[in-house]
């Protein structure tokens, strides 16, 4: 082997040792403040302390289950109970509290902003039963659009990375152990992950711990999809040059069900204004109070039964 090779092969092994000694610091730094959820006694979720009097922060999915009893789980904390402080669940967000404790909780700080795309991050939790897991990423992209699942829209910024079941509610950090999101769901299809996740933002954490109380926001019990995402069978009903947006999962009985749109439907426009895409017409609507009206031009996908329509926001919470 020449002198120029060895080289070559003694920087890379520095170069592929260097991240993984990061990740080892990181993983001592945060690691104490992450715990897992356990619903009913068992493991549902991941979460992480974000405040030293005993604040847990976690996904709302998480504990929206039958049973109401909450527990964290870690190996520094033991198994404590948990108590429900607040929901905010247009960001699939909750707020839970450890009991009181003479000595403050180990806690993960707020980043002061989300890395630029492409920056590494990591989330700890606890995939599929695997404990305290620290797993890696990749900033997307920082803006944020909107993931439908769970019965409502959640705004979310797109993470290179598999969050597995289980590591829902856990943190998203920076290199400093800083969080920048919380994990809520994954892109996946039928053959399974496709190596995005889903993180709720800064600027919605930042918001909910400054409440510490329920947050709610309005909703059409009914989800959107753009155009150009439908089957080439959809896409051939529509009329030429139709511009709009697609009704989807029309929750029954809920009150865009109620003002008579269905599945399939389009919004032609809302409130005067046509919108192709979801993230302009849902920053629109979160801005409404929940019980305000909503007012749409709607027809058929193919052109037939076009009409005007108004109902009042239902409240997702």
Known sequence: MSKFSSSILILTSLFLALPCSAEQGLYK?????????????????????????????????????????YEALSPQLGRKQLSLLATYRGSDLALLRL??????????????????????????????????????GTIARRSESFSWYDGGFTNTIPISGIGAPGSSGGPWVNTKGEVIGVQVASVTTEKGHQGVSSAVPLHSIRRFLAKKKNVSVACMQAAVEELWGQSPNLIGKLQPETKGLLLRQVARNGVAFKAGLRDEDLILEASGKTYVRIEPFLTMLRKKKPGSLLKLKVSSANGENERGVSFPTASLD
Request: hydrophobic residues 40%.
């Open 29 to 69: 730094k945060i690691s104490p403040a992450c715990v897992e959820i356990l619903v009913g006694g068992r493991l549902d979720g991941s979460g992480a302390i974000v405040c030293p009097s005993g604040l847990v922060l976690t996904a709302c999915h998480v504990i929206r289950k039958q049973s109401k009893k």
């Open 99 to 136: 009991p009181k404790s003479d000595a403050p909780y180990p806690a993960l700080s707020l980043a002061k902003s989300i890395p630029a795309e492409g920056r590494p991050v990591f989330l700890l939790g606890s995939p599929i039963f695997r404990h305290h897991l620290l797993l890696s």
